[in-house]
Structure formats: structure tokens, C-alpha cells
């Protein structure tokens, strides 16, 4: 659906600039391998449904398991295919009007600074509005101090989009850069991504939200180097760039640039739910506006030190993709205005954070066939143990290949272990609405005392029970591949978690000092410009060189 406003543009314009998008150069066997992979799917697929065990309650939940896995799969594949990055446009800042709005709640005075720093010193930024919720003497006085302009709207309703909200008021820039409390921007965040509001259908330009705290949890070291592989890493690498082809890339909250005229014509920021960038993305995208991801490193902030924090983080994440869903108007099942490529990418998206309740039930199902003694098919286990294992070895081979090497076999799978209590505790959300936005603290504390700790374990128990209780039928004489099956399984849930398990145990008695944690805030921000400022190309160049 056009949008009036953009067709009103460049009707007036006689020669519009149009983002053209180019396509990644990548051998032609990767896209081409899409569709033997399809045949095989399918076959399978319609071989699971023939062979679903109705006579046990397990059985077609199972089935809805698999059918779930491979659809799920089915849509990562056939959107990442190939990538398209956009050519970039050089940017006239002079003739653009760009204010740089920074959300803070209760972050400490020394994490906001550099912040306030780095926007201040973006070429073509006019102003830095300092938001906060409730009254701050000391973030006032930060403000006044640097020469950023601080409002505070006493409340914190809404959270962070009526945070946004209530900013908007105070400004009357075209262009309006969005950044967190804890992100550090790069000087040149302007020149590389305003030159594309140039096309006037342009609603929003995000980058990559990368983070300069690599002794955090979530990377893992390569050969003795910190940030080897990263939990976010398809996401920012592979999924948003593949979204640019469909006109699906969101707005992250933080790192990105947005059209005040795209804001205004959706009524400003999603309120409705606790994931308003996403929310507030979706009803953009139906009124015609287009996106863009550019997958260059601008902006540098603090990701989840800890458990606790990431727990925090990924339930709120799944219960407002939840909450979008199944309790809102804008759901992408039913949002007019949606292309059918843009609505099957959102529902996606959301349908992601409900995947702890499959990965549950595969953690718990070989236990249920062991205290039965039955299996989800009716064909000798064997035979569909046989047939499971050589589709998923090609379903984790083309992940691995179309994740542009992003996904990990091991830390891939145990992080979204961890995700399994965050998940499946928000899917109270189908029954309810959750409002309440709990902002992470940003301290740099390895271990902070939280049940998600306690529910791994738990999950690790029950597949060490029931490796223990499928061995103990086999020396009692129940020698089946049924019961072989269940224990092989386990041992690989086990193997998954396990690695999880220890390396957070390690994790947390093994503080690592980040060689900044010391620096003034100006030496901090002048440490990022120095480390990164020459990288901004990071993203985009690996993929190129990955191809």
C-alpha cells in the first residue's frame, strides 16, 4: 500500500533517488541448495504425518513439534537466500535537520556520560535530548554541563516508548537519531546512513546494535580471542541484512535513525506492548514506508553481564513479541497494509520466542517414552531414528551455510537452551496483558542471584535422570532402540546444557576486567572511537569476504 505522503514526494520531485539494493556476491550453489533441501522437507514431512502415533497423547504433539521445527526453518531459509545490501548514498548534512534523542531510566551518572559525549559530537547532529522518566538532579546536571538539553516527563508509564514519546514534543527536527542510556555513537553515525533518506519512501535507517563489553557471558573466545561468536550474531549478520530484499527490517530501539514524518504518520512509538521498536516497526511498514538495515558498526553499548540480566532481557522480548501476536490489532495475522512477504517475516519474528515451549518438550519427551515404554510413530523407532537423524544433520548443515556461518552446532544450541525458562514464562502472555518494563541495571556484575540459574539445572536433572533411569532399563533387560533412542537424546540435551551450565559456572567465579572499566567517560568514548572507528564497515565487509 503506498503511503500518500511519499508518493506526494516524489511526485514533486522530478528525478526521486530510489535506495537501490545489491545483491551480496555468493557461489550460486547456495541459493540453488534451497530447493533439494525443499524436496526433502517435504517428503519428510508428509512421511512424519503418515507416521504420527494417534494413540498416545505424545504423539501428535510431537508431530506439532517437528511441524513447527521444519516450518519455522522452511521460512529462514527461503528469506536468507540471498542478501542485498543498500549502495550507500552519500549524506548533505547541512540540508538536513538531525536532533539525537537518548533514553535513560535509572542508569548510573558515569554509563550516561559517554553517551551524551559521543552524540554531541556526531557531524550534523543540531541537538542531544537527554530523556528521563523521573526527576534526576544529577542527570540535570550532566545536561547543563555538557551541553545536552534534559527532560524529564514524571512518569514511567509506557516505558520507553512513552519515554520517546513524551521527547518528541520537544523537538521539531526532520531527522531524529534513537539512542540507548549505555551506546557509544561514532562521529560519522550521519554520513553513513542520512545520504538514504534521500528517498522519500526511507522510514528509518538501523545499525547494527554492537557492544564493546566482550567479556560479557554471551561471546565466546576464538583461539584465545574475546568475541570469537556472539549470541546475537545471526541476528545483526545474517537475518536483518536478509530482510532489506523483503522491506522487513526493524527498528532495534537504539543505533538507528528515524523520519519524524514515518513517527507522525503512525502515531509515534507502539505503546501497547514491552517490545515497542518491533511493535512501532510493524505499523510503519504497513503504511507504505520502507526500511533499510546497514550493516555498518556506528554505535557501541552494554550487552547483558549476566544471567539475570539476559533472563530479564529475553523474557521481555518474548512476551511482547507474544503480547503482538495474539493481543493486539497490529498482529501480523491480521495488520492491513502488510505485504505477504512483510507479514510472513513479522510473524516469524514473533513465532521465534515461543520456541522454548518446543525445545521443553524435546528435553522432556525421551523421558516420556521411557516411563511408557511407547514412541510418537508407529514404525519401529529404529528406522525413524535412522531417517531424523540424517534431516537434521541437513537441517543443521543448511543453518550453518544460510546463517552465513553465524550459527554455532554447540553455542548455538546450548544458548537457546538458556532461553527455555525465559520463553516459556512469558507465554503468559497469550492470557494476559504485561506492561511493566523492568530496565536492566548496567553494572558489570558477573553473577547476581536469579531462578533461571535454578531452572537450568533443573532441565539438567531431568536429562540426567533420565539417562540414569533409561540405563537402568537396559540392565534390566530392555535392550530396545526405543529405550537406546531416549538415552542418546538425553545425552545430547545434556551435552548442550552441560556446556552451558559449566561455562556459566566458570563464568561467574572468573571476573574479567574490561580494559576500560577504569576510564574517565571522555577517555572511555575517545577509547571506542579509537578502537572502532575504522571498523564501521565490519558487518558487511566479512559477509562480502565470507562469499
Not at 503511503?3 to 547456495?30: F, G, H, I, M, S
Not at 514519546?165 to 555513537?185: P, Q, R, S, Y
Not at 542471584?449 to 532441565?459: I, S
Request: include cysteine; glycine fraction near 6%.
Amino acid at each position: 500500500m503506498a503511503n500518500p505522503r511519499v508518493a506526494e514526494a516524489r511526485k514533486a520531485d522530478t528525478a526521486p533517488y530510489t535506495v537501490r539494493l545489491e545483491r551480496v556476491a555468493e557461489p550460486a550453489w547456495l541459493a540453488a541448495s534451497f530447493y533439494p533441501y525443499l524436496v526433502m522437507l517435504i517428503a519428510f514431512v508428509a512421511w512424519r504425518v503418515w507416521i504420527v502415533n494417534w494413540h498416545t497423547w505424545f504423539g501428535p504433539v510431537a508431530l506439532a513439534a517437528d511441524l513447527f521445527s521444519a516450518v519455522m526453518m522452511l521460512m529462514f531459509l527461503a528469506y536468507s537466500r540471498h542478501m542485498y545490501l543498500p549502495v550507500h548514498r552519500p549524506a548533505d548534512l547541512s540540508a538536513r535537520v538531525v536532533d539525537c534523542v537518548i533514553t535513560t531510566h535509572r542508569e548510573p551518572v558515569a554509563l550516561i556520560e559517554p553517551t551524551v559525549i559521543a552524540a554531541l559530537r556526531v557531524r550534523g547532529v543540531r541537538n542531544v535530548l537527554l530523556l528521563g522518566n523521573h526527576e534526576r538532579p544529577e542527570v540535570r546536571a550532566l545536561a547543563e554541563r555538557l551541553g545536552a538539553r534534559y527532560y524529564c516527563r514524571g512518569s514511567n508509564e509506557f516505558a520507553k516508548a512513552g519515554s520517546l514519546n513524551a521527547g518528541l514534543v520537544h523537538t521539531d527536527a526532520e531527522f531524529i537519531i534513537v539512542l540507548d542510556a549505555d551506546h557509544i555513537v561514532l562521529p560519522q553515525f550521519l554520513e553513513r546512513t542520512l545520504g538514504y533518506f534521500d528517498d522519500p519512501a526511507v522510514a528509518y535507517v538501523q545499525t547494527p546494535q554492537s557492544f564493546y563489553n566482550t567479556e560479557s557471558f554471551l561471546f565466546r573466545r576464538a583461539q584465545g580471542r574475546a568475541a570469537g561468536w556472539w549470541e546475537l550474531r545471526m541476528f545483526f549478520h545474517c537475518t536483518l541484512i536478509a530482510k532489506n530484499r523483503w522491506n522487513s527490517s526493524f527498528f532495534c530501539g537504539s543505533s538507528a535513525v528515524l523520519r519524524r514524518a514515518a513517527i507522525d504518520d503512525v502515531g509515534g512509538f507502539a505503546t501497547s506492548t514491552l517490545t515497542e521498536d518491533i511493535h512501532t516497526s510493524l505499523r510503519i511498514h504497513a503504511k507504505g514506508w520502507r526500511s533499510l538495515y546497514v550493516p555498518e558498526r556506528l554505535a557501541f553499548g552494554l550487552e547483558a553481564q549476566n544471567l539475570k540480566q539476559y533472563y530479564s532481557q529475553r523474557r521481555r522480548w518474548a512476551a511482547g513479541s507474544i503480547t503482538l501476536l495474539f493481543r493486539t490489532t497490529d498482529s501480523p495475522l491480521i495488520k492491513r497494509g502488510l505485504t505477504v512477504n512483510q507479514r510472513l517475516n513479522y510473524l516469524n519474528a514473533t513465532l521465534l520466542h515461543s520456541v522454548g515451549l518446543q525445545r521443553l518438550f524435546y528435553l522432556i519427551l525421551p523421558l516420556i517414552t521411557l516411563i511408557t515404554l511407547r514412541g510418537p510413530v508407529i514404525i519401529p523407532i529404529s528406522y525413524y531414528g535412522i531417517a531424523f537423524l540424517v534431516y537434521f544433520a541437513v537441517s543443521i548443515t543448511m543453518g550453518h551455510i544460510y546463517s552465513r556461518g553465524a550459527h554455532h552446532l554447540l553455542h548455538s544450541e546450548s544458548y537457546g537452551m538458556v532461553n527455555i525458562p525465559a520463553q516459556v514464562s512469558a507465554l503468559g502472555a497469550i492470557v494476559r496483558h504485561e506492561r511493566l518494563f523492568a530496565s536492566p541495571p548496567k553494572n558489570m556484575v558477573n553473577s547476581e542471584r536469579t531462578m533461571a540459574k535454578m531452572a537450568l539445572w533443573a532441565l539438567g536433572l531431568i536429562c540426567l535422570s533420565t539417562i540414569g533411569y533409561g540405563i537402568f532399563l537396559m540392565t534390566s533387560g530392555h535392550h530396545s532402540a526405543l529405550v537406546i533412542m531416549a538415552v542418546v537424546w538425553s545425552a545430547v540435551n545434556w551435552i548442550w546444557l552441560a556446556s552451558m551450565i559449566v561455562y556459566l559456572e566458570w563464568f561467574e567465579r572468573h571476573p574479567v576486567q574490561r580494559p576500560d572499566s577504569d576510564l574517565a567517560p571522555l577517555e572511555r568514548y575517545r577509547k571506542i572511537v579509537t578502537d572502532f572507528g575504522d571498523d564501521i564497515h565490519g558487518t558487511g565487509a566479512a559477509l562480502s569476504r565470507s562469499a
